[in-house]
């Protein structure tokens, strides 16, 4: 595994990797967009008043849409200062600061307590925590009697290499990906039952090489500028490798619903 910990992703998000994932994704950096949200918070069961937590919420591009759509009350939690002071100023000049807030902090050691929220949330983001079994038990913690636990994830879907896991991970500053399976069996080691596990690989390459031609094309003079060349090489190679094993069925992502019990 790379010895990649928070401090490495947090400067990451701080400086270069948020804006360019922004430019790639939209505020809601998730493959997939609002149609992703809409279609986890339909399984997750939000409603008008449910109580959501967003864990690893960054710009939050998710949880102004939970409570648009939906009428829900949203909190965020995310460890990079740049994109929670961010994630404030845009739910004020949008108007949501009654139903949405966020909190700065580690998802590790949440910063609530115990048995506060209806949904715990989470979109393409888990795969930058170190300790799942951990982040999950936090999960289960924060959550209320029955309360639900929502997600999707970038996952490993097939055997690789060290040196080629070695080589995505480090690139996307990932400590290490689950697999499903792996998900599902925290998901019941820490007593949630398991309503949906379902893999979502079908379109996965074709998101990536849409991030690359995006990259190579209409974004490289803005990355260059901001950033310059070396950091576009380095985007543009590593989702060269994120292209090259999605193609080959290597890597994808999944959504996982389960109940507390
Ligand atoms: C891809 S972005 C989140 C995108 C967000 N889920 C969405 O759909 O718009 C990943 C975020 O994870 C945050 N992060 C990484 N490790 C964390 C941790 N252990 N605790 C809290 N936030 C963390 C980073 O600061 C970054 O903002």
């Not at 379902?198 to 074709?206: G, I, K, N």
């Not at 990536?208 to 990259?215: A, E, N, T």
Request: hydrophobic share 40%; proline share 2%.
């Amino acid at each position: 595994m790379p010895d990649i910990n928070i401090g490495d992703v947090t400067a990451a998000y701080e400086g270069a990797v948020g804006v360019i994932w922004e430019m790639l994704m939209g505020e809601q950096i998730h493959v997939g967009g609002e149609e992703e949200t809409d279609i986890l918070a339909r399984v997750a069961g939000v409603n008008a008043g449910t109580q959501v937590l967003d864990v690893l919420c960054g710009l939050g591009g998710a949880a102004h849409h939970l409570a648009r759509t939906c009428g829900a009350t949203v909190m965020g939690l995310d460890a990079t200062g740049r994109m929670v002071d961010e994630a404030v100023l845009r739910t004020a000049n949008v108007g949501l600061g009654d139903r949405v807030a966020f909190r700065l902090g580690n998802a590790l050691d949440m910063p609530f307590k115990s048995g506060t929220f209806d949904v715990v949330w989470g979109q393409d983001s888990w795969c930058y925590v170190t300790d799942k079994d951990r982040l999950i038990r936090e999960c289960r913690r924060v959550a209320v009697p029955g309360g639900t636990i929502a997600f999707t994830d970038w996952i490993q879907t097939g055997p690789m290499s060290d040196e080629e896991l070695h080589g995505l991970n480090t690139f996307m500053l990932f400590p290490y990906m689950e697999t499903l399976p792996g998900y599902e069996n925290l998901l019941r080691r820490h007593g949630f039952a398991v309503r949906e596990c379902e893999e979502l690989s079908e379109d996965f390459a074709s998101h990536m090489r849409r991030y690359r031609d995006s990259i190579a094309g209409d974004l490289k003079g803005r990355i260059v500028e901001l950033f310059g060349t070396d950091a576009f090489r380095d985007m543009e190679r590593g989702i060269g490798l994120w292209v090259e094993a999605a193609d080959e069925g290597k890597v994808g992502r999944g959504r996982l619903v389960g109940r507390k019990q």
